[in-house]
């Protein structure tokens, strides 16, 4: 199991299903948590049930689409933890809509949120990230093979794949930086996918079911730990078989 103790993460989309499962996984493993989220109070509620002494976790409110809170967060894990061993930039969102109907702003808010975030997080961290530290980003099977009325959400998930490798040849050495790609995970943000098209979706996934937060937590940790120490530049797919890289 890996031992996290001593350990700082610094983790964005805190209070999403995916986050949450992220955030306890590491917990549980004695990391220290810097949990940031849009919604405030579910992530400091969050934060107070995890940690009622709030010893190893503080939470703040974070925009993602914001350049200036990217800066405000590391600056909070400088002051509070003095650095920054592992970061998940996990905030996004997905919403649906064909492209012919899609509003310029439509499509700012996606690669705001889901994309320029994860440029604006790294480069403010970047100064503060400890020797043999890493970063996991989510990107989507959407980044992959597209996905039908979302075109925005999976053009900046493909982009953030390729922001984390490159984001791996400049940081090499100190930092490594990986991706995990879900499919379909149970959580809110695929409420509605999974109600409309959730049997063909089920059928067309070896593993025959859905992926559950905690199966998308376990290989964001194994990418952060020393057990993937020579592991950079790469993505995990973790979604029961629907798509198979070639
Ligand atoms: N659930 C899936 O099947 C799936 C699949 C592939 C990739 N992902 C990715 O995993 C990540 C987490 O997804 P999830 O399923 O937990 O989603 P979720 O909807 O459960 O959680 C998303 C979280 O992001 C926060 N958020 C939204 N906009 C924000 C903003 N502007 N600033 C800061 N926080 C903001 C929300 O408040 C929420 O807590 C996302 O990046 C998502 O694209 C999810």
């Given at each position: ?106 499509w700012?808010?996606v ?40 075109a925005h959400y999976?053009a900046s ?90």
């Amino acid at each position: 199991m890996q031992e996290f103790t001593g350990r700082i993460l610094l983790l964005t989309g805190a209070a999403g299903g995916i986050g949450r499962e992220i955030a306890a996984f590491f917990f549980a493993r004695g990391a220290s948590l810097l949990l940031a989220d849009l919604d405030e109070s579910a992530v400091i509620n969050m934060a107070r049930q995890m940690d009622p002494q709030g010893e190893r976790i503080i939470a703040a409110r974070y925009d993602a689409a914001c350049e200036h809170d990217a800066g405000i967060i590391a600056s909070l894990a400088h002051d509070h933890f003095g650095g920054v061993d592992f970061m998940v930039p996990g905030a996004g969102i997905y919403p649906h809509c064909p492209v012919s109907q899609m509003e310029g702003a439509d499509w700012r808010r996606v690669i705001a949120i889901n994309l320029d975030s994860v440029f604006y997080l790294c480069r403010a961290v970047m100064p503060i990230l400890r020797e043999n530290s890493a970063i996991v980003t989510l990107t989507s099977v959407a980044a992959h093979r597209g996905s039908q009325n979302h075109a925005h959400y999976s053009a900046s998930k493909g982009a953030v794949l390729s922001l984390t490798r490159s984001l791996a040849i400049e940081l090499g050495g100190r930092t490594r930086v990986n991706a995990v790609s879900p499919g379909i995970i149970e959580t809110a943000m695929t409420r509605e996918l999974r109600g409309e098209k959730g049997d063909i979706l089920k059928a067309q996934t070896p593993c025959g079911r859905f992926g559950q937060p905690r199966e998308v937590a376990s290989v964001v940790a194994f990418l952060c730990g020393d057990d993937a120490s020579f592991v950079n530049g790469e993505v995990i797919h973790v979604n029961g078989g629907l798509y198979m890289a070639g």
